[in-house]
């Protein structure tokens, strides 16, 4: 078994300090003050099974992940992170430790892309079930629980690519009623805007490829729990299974973990003014952030994070033609997928992200766009918007 790392990160330090610190010690033996990059597989033994720090091959372990899996842990208040070559392999090596064939889970309706496409065209194979529900509303999500049976409620707050908001605590209280453990797809807001497992929440699940990365250089995922046993289990499925990320990843996503809180509160300040254009500009019928006081989850993203996060959905009044007109338009929003990076990108949900949720209950409205607002001058950002809606037209 590679060793089991537990959070040892001061916890009364502020949240900027431990991405800094957490797991990120000066190197014992040069006193570099960044984690070394350790490209290595095979760790020497002095005499069979004599390991030096605990490592002997780095698909069980590697020091560099180890940093990274340690700061995860402190930004997310958690006892173990678990860090994987991506936020689907992340998602995939979680469910088959906690489920097995027979078992049910609860979907957001308007889950990540794939996160749906892995229950409903991979783990369906395997003999678990799914049920979508509403997650905002915890009444609708307790109806559609099969008592016995529903092992797992996944949530997504806020969600992809309509921003819904879920209250984790009355979720947890839902979920653990009925035995079932609640998973809180953490991407969208990062450990910094949100903590889920103070929450109730019983997993944390990341794309580090997203805003703990953030700088669209790297794909990655991660899980945080709390409990111990919980924390062993996934440990050795992270091995057995292998779906772990190579050093040189684990520390591209650790050097962006660094400036999370910075970059977090540029990103909300930039979709706060960018929302503001949108809200009174003629060519757009709606916009979805929960920093909207009329946004029906504003009074729980208001209780349950400290800011409303840097992404941005909004609906073309011109129709489909229209919003891909406003898509094709922009010259600094880049027209791509994926979205927590410094640079700001634009995207066509319905075409793009969520064309694989075509024709199911999770379908995107044809006139949405979805932005995610990076760290730009705010004055460029908004007159490149301007420019695109002015397109919209045709
Ligand atoms: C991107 C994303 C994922 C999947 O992560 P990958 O790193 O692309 O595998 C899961 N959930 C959300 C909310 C995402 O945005």
């Not at 009623?177 to 450990?191: M, R």
């Not at 497992?197 to 997993?203: C, E, F, K, S, Y």
């Amino acid at each position: 078994m590679p060793p089991v790392t537990e959070n040892r990160a001061d916890s009364q330090q502020g949240f900027a300090t431990r991405a800094i610190h957490a797991g990120q010690e000066p190197d014992p033996q040069t006193g570099a003050v960044v984690p070394p990059i350790h490209q290595v597989s095979t760790f020497k033994q002095d005499g069979v099974g004599g390991l030096r720090g605990g490592y002997e091959y780095s698909r069980s372990a590697n020091p560099t992940r180890t940093a990274l899996e340690e700061c995860l842990a402190a930004l997310e208040g958690g006892l173990r992170a678990l860090a994987f070559a991506s936020g689907l392999a992340a998602e995939d090596t979680l469910l088959r430790t906690v489920l097995s064939p027979g078992d049910h889970v609860v979907l957001p309706d308007d889950a990540y892309g794939g996160t749906y496409r892995l229950f409903a065209r991979v783990l369906q194979r395997w003999g678990v079930e799914h049920t979508a529900a509403h997650m905002p509303d915890a009444t609708a999500v307790a109806a559609v629980i099969q008592p016995g049976r529903t092992k797992l409620v996944w949530v997504e707050t806020p969600s992809n690519p309509l921003l819904g908001v879920s209250d984790i605590a009355a979720l947890a209280a839902v979920a653990h009623a009925a035995g079932a453990l609640l998973v809180v797809d953490n991407t969208f807001a990062s450990p910094y805007l949100q903590q889920p497992l103070a929450l109730g929440a019983d997993v944390v699940v990341h794309s580090t490829t997203k805003y703990l990365g953030g700088h669209s250089d790297v794909v990655g995922g991660a899980l945080v729990v709390s409990d111990a046993e919980l924390a062993q289990q996934l440990v050795f499925h992270q091995n057995a299974m292998g779906a772990v990320p190579g050093p040189f990843d684990s520390w591209l996503v650790l050097r962006g973990a660094k400036t999370l809180a910075v970059r977090m509160d540029r990103h909300c300040e930039n979709a706060r003014a960018v929302v503001a254009l949108l809200k009174d500009h003629p060519e757009v019928s709606q916009v979805f952030w929960p920093g909207l006081p009329e946004h029906d989850g504003h009074e729980v993203a208001a209780r349950q994070m400290r800011d409303f996060g840097g992404m941005v959905s909004f609906r073309v009044r011109g129709g489909l033609d229209a919003a891909l007109r406003v898509c094709a338009a922009t010259r600094i929003f880049t027209l791509a997928e994926s979205l927590g990076g410094v640079e700001s990108l634009i995207e066509h949900p319905g075409k793009m992200t969520h064309a694989s949720v075509a024709g199911s209950a999770l379908e995107v409205p044809a006139d949405l766009v979805r932005l995610s607002v990076g760290i730009e001058d705010i004055e460029d950002l908004l007159h490149d918007l301007e420019q695109a809606l002015a397109a919209a037209k045709g």
